[in-house]
């Protein structure tokens, strides 16, 4: 799903939040997890993906895509940057780490849940609701630590 799916869908689950505060998306690759400037919150979930090889064409499934999210309000802004880590191919010696293809409902179930995360982070509510899981993928191969991208920088919260 292309960026711009993921800010009208992110737009549309915000229609909830104070109507005073505006909020916006923006995907940032540089964010890394536990390096937040001041005022920032943070919030990690793995979900399942789809990656494709632009070296050999070879297509695999993974329940181990980590996305992270950073969030900061300010007095009627809040932003959101994003960073779904990437996956290279096994069967490639020189291969680039590709960008997972999350499927439209787990955009959906990742969003709700980062929604959920800023009302408690950023205007302190207590929903007392545990993140809604994400829909899997079957999966036929073990998770690859070699070749994911949060595992190699030791960011891979292993859920």
Known sequence: MAQPEW?????????????EHSWRLQFDDN????????GWKQYIRNTSAWFKCTSCGRSWPTNR?????NMRLTEREGVVKVRAFRQKCMKCCA????KPTITPDNIDILLENLVKKIRIKCYNEDLGEAPKP???????????????EACIAGYCTRV
């Open 7 to 19: 800010m009208s869908r992110f737009k549309i689950k915000t229609n909830d939040l104070p109507e």
């Open 65 to 69: 895509v980590m996305v992270l999210f």
């Open 134 to 148: 994400y829909l899997t993928l079957v999966v036929k191969n073990p998770h690859e630590p070699a070749h994911c």
């Open 31 to 38: 964010i890394v997890p536990d390096n937040l400037n001041s």
């Open 95 to 98: 291969a680039p780490m590709e």
